[in-house]
């Protein structure tokens, strides 16, 4: 087999992001909030630890009443709360397109960041504009010849993710006030109902997991590395 080939069925050893190196991280959301609700507690973790984050948003959220400029200014607010950086990737909010127009947009957009990894929806989720990001960023993870470590979060479980059964856990117990304030920035969205809910999710991730909360996420097989293999115990929570 030539080397750098990719055997089928293969389980190929996990190389481990080499040490010092500050990894660009996307994670990728149907609309402003879903980054920040899903995986808010891990981004300011990864933040911390010196990566930089980038929240790559499928559309800009406008939705009436409420215009897209609410949304930006709302979501520029709960990416400086985390210190993350907002990306946007030009789809319309409720009418995603997955074709192979847009297949070719969204990879291109997503390698101008030159990721080394990338977070994402889980596939299966109630949401059209969900389900369209987890499809694009799968097709782009093949496309770049899986070069990049992929992650499946969850958001809204029962009204939006289903069948979610995660394989790593982030301890975000010390970040959960930081995770509500970057939710809260999206002050537009009924901050009071979904934190609600998230955090119902958090707390029983928690309980799985044994932290008092966590966030829970899918590693991709076969991706290149896993930035969330080592202690997800959060050194500064003991
Ligand atoms: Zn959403």
Known sequence: ??????????????????????????VAG?????????????IASLVEQGHEVVLLYLNDGGWPPTP???????????????????????????????????????ARRLNAEAPDVV??????????DHRAIAMLSYDAWQ???????????????????????PNRYVDITRLESRKRAACYAHASQTPDRYYALQDQVVRFRGLASGYTRAEAFIWQ??????????????????
């Open 143 to 165: 496309k770049s010849g899986r070069k990049f470590a992929l992650y499946y979060y969850e958001v809204s479980d029962g009204e939006d993710t289903m069948q979610f059964s």
């Open 221 to 238: 097989e076969q991706s290149p590395f896993d930035i969330l293999s080592s202690p997800t115990v959060d050194p500064k929570s003991a």
């Open 68 to 106: 897209a400029a609410t949304r930006l200014a709302e979501a520029k607010r709960a990416c400086e709360l985390l210190g993350a950086r907002p990306v946007y990737a030009g789809q319309t909010n409720g009418a995603a397109i997955v074709d192979n127009l847009h297949y070719e947009d969204f």
């Open 119 to 128: 977070f994402t929806h889980w596939i299966i989720d109630n949401h059209r």
């Open 1 to 26: 087999m030539a080397s750098g080939a990719i055997a089928l069925g293969a389980i190929s050893p996990i190389a481990a992001l080499p040490k010092g190196h500050k990894a660009k991280i996307i």
């Open 30 to 42: 149907g609309h402003p909030g879903d980054p920040e609700y899903g995986c808010g507690g891990a």
